[in-house]
């Protein structure tokens, strides 16, 4: 007999049916809907990887090895090798494999690549901070002529932990905002740990928690590099001189990374003032958005640090970051039945950042989520903290009546306000493969999930 789960999506794909027809109109006219995917740029030969995992090393090696880790486990998915372009022999550091990228998500409706972006302390040379797995925006997607799929940034200022794979017996893959002395100061790089329990128990790679020299330094190429980008994605913005701008879309992976890091919110302050300054100065602006992480009551709390950093909207990086713990079991959760607990999530932040600071959240739709292939698969699997943990899977179906539920919200989300901005949907994620996050074309559906956004949201324009 089908259980709760069955009804449960009969409904949300009525709607979404509804949704296709109609197309979500209000009172006759539809605001602009864009769809964001975050794009994750590990599927390449890069040099630092290679340094730490061998010549040629990409994380397809971990997609491709994965195995079931319990009964039912749907792994490993893997890459649809046909058309040429695709799978693990695709570049997507080459203009010419991003192009088929950037056609693939032009046809099927979505409007922009959200690009995790990675500068840290131990790339650079001069206590400035550099550049880290970057290539497939500046080296492939910037030398893609086109005009059609716009792009931002989302600084993931994370700790860089060795999961490629982790193995049992780490006691974590993250650590806590230092409790003294948070200021990281130059050749530095295990703040919070000792190297000895760094080494034991994180194997950390690259230093999440940076100073604000990096900082300044990262801001600055950030706005020399890409903010006078045609393509790059501009919204409208409010400036400190009481005018409105569309300014490039820019935003934090760990806010509070960052200021534990530069040492407490009056630096962090100063820092992202200077950055504003410095964008300015060279004749541009910043929409500074963050990503959130937790409940509507937790972010609560955050949002006088919000104000007083100027944040102009949020979002989150995908339903694992919304607080959804009652709707996850372990091993496996049921992603019909996080679909209405998402919007309800989506609802109560917006609510918060609303009437706290004046600001909009832009909603985030997962695709999937399984972070086994980032463990050791002749390890135990059990619930050990990230990346072991709970997975759920989207059929193409499935995923369809999420997105007609996230259409309706958005719709009546900005009905109010249809001449201004209407936040996109950000969609967990373009090519997150080995954290079962993506819509490129797999063995399992082909196109059918980016087949879904297109019969949802129509073709991108």
């Known amino acids: 007999m089908p259980g709760r789960w069955w009804s449960t999506l009969v409904a949300l794909m009525a709607v979404a049916d509804t949704a296709i ?17 975050i794009y994750f740029g590990d599927w390449h030969s890069d040099p630092d990887m290679a340094g730490l995992h061998g010549p040629n090393w990409t994380e397809w090696g971990l997609v491709t090895n994965a195995q079931p880790r319990f009964e039912g486990h749907q792994q490993p ?11 693990v022999s695709a570049a997507e550091n080459t203009p010419e494999a991003m192009k088929m990228k950037i056609d693939a998500a032009v046809q099927h409706g979505v409007t922009s690549f959200l690009f ?22 500046e080296d492939g997607f910037l030398q893609v002529e086109q005009s059609d799929l716009k792009f931002s940034l989302m600084w993931a200022n994370q700790d860089w932990v060795d999961v490629h794979p982790a193995k049992r017996g780490w006691s974590s893959t993250g650590r806590a905002p230092p409790a003294a002395n948070p200021v990281i100061q130059p050749n530095e790089p295990h703040h919070g740990v000792t190297p000895d329990q760094a080494a034991n128990t994180l194997l950390l790679q690259f230093d999440g928690y940076m100073n604000a020299s990096v900082y300044t330094g990262g801001f600055r190429y950030i706005v020399d590099t890409y903010f006078h980008h045609p393509n790059h994605y501009r919204v409208p913005t409010p400036l400190r001189n009481g005018t409105v701008a569309q300014c490039p879309y ?35 602006c910043v929409h500074f958005a963050v990503m959130v992480a937790g409940s509507a009551k937790s972010i609560s709390s955050q949002t006088a640090q919000f104000k007083a950093l100027d944040v102009a909207s949020a979002t989150s990086y995908c339903w694992m970051k919304l607080g959804l713990e009652g709707a996850q079991t372990f091993p496996e959760s049921n992603y019909t039945e996080m679909i209405p607990q998402s919007v309800e999530a989506w609802t109560a932040l917006a609510k918060v950042l609303s009437e706290d600071l004046g600001i909009k959240y832009a909603p985030v739709l997962s695709v999937g989520w399984d972070s086994s292939p980032r463990t050791l698969p002749s390890d135990p699997f059990g619930q050990w903290g990230y990346p072991w943990g709970t997975s759920y899977v989207s059929t193409p179906d499935q995923f369809q009546a999420a997105l007609a539920a996230a259409k309706d919200y958005m719709v009546q989300s900005c009905a109010a306000d249809a001449a201004g901005w209407c936040p996109p ?14 819509l490129e074309p797999d063995q399992r559906y082909g196109f059918g999930k980016l087949q879904a956004v297109q019969k949802v949201f129509g073709l991108a324009s």
């Open 21 to 37: 027809a109609t197309g979500n109109s209000v009172n006759g006219s539809s605001p602009k809907l864009d769809v964001m995917a």
């Open 77 to 87: 998915n893997l890459p649809l090798d046909q058309p040429p372009g695709w799978g």
């Open 425 to 438: 949907l950000v969609i967990n994620a373009w090519n997150e493969w080995s954290e079962g996050a993506y």
């Open 250 to 284: 820019f935003s934090i992976y760990q806010l509070d990374y960052l200021v534990a890091g530069v040492g407490g919110s009056a630096a962090a302050e100063t820092v992202l003032t200077a950055f504003r300054d410095y964008a300015e100065s060279q004749g541009t």
């Open 116 to 137: 995790d972006w990675y500068y840290y302390a131990e790339k650079g040379t001069q206590g400035n901070g550099g550049g880290f797995l970057n290539g497939a925006l």
